[in-house]
């Protein structure tokens, strides 16, 4: 399973930015896609996931009402589409997976960094 993730930037406060991470290497029926963030100097943070099957999506409540994950089964892809970003939200974002069998999130793609400016 490869990911890579894409879409990082320098926004203002207040701004959006979408970020992206296409999968691929197998077919992902029952598995869940997840987002995490690591701030400088800070251990890395669960962000969200989604349920490649359902479409069904958890967020931590830092997140909650300004963060989307959605998927796109055609393009393999899964989104974060942040909004209403503040500079709290400036870090390094990865995208994971894992089957819905397992505990812990196996494949890990390389991060892409938000910075947001005040």
């Known amino acids: 399973v490869q990911l890579q993730a894409s879409g990082g930037g320098s926004v203002q406060a207040g701004g959006s930015l979408r970020l992206s991470c296409a999968a691929s290497g197998r077919t992902f029926s029952n598995w869940y896609m997840g987002w995490f963030r690591q701030a400088p100097g800070k251990d890395r943070d669960y962000v969200g996931h989604?349920?490649?099957?359902?479409?069904?999506?958890v967020y931590v409540d830092s997140v909650k009402g300004r963060f989307t994950i959605s998927r796109d089964h055609a393009k393999n892809t899964v989104y974060l589409q942040m909004a209403s970003l503040s500079p709290d939200d400036t870090a390094v974002y990865y995208c994971?997976?894992?089957?819905?069998?397992?505990?812990?999130?196996?494949?890990w793609g390389p991060g892409t960094l938000v910075t947001v400016s005040s």
């Open positions: 994971a997976a894992k089957s819905s069998a397992e505990r812990d999130w196996r494949y």
């Open positions: 989604i349920s490649w099957n359902t479409g069904r999506t």
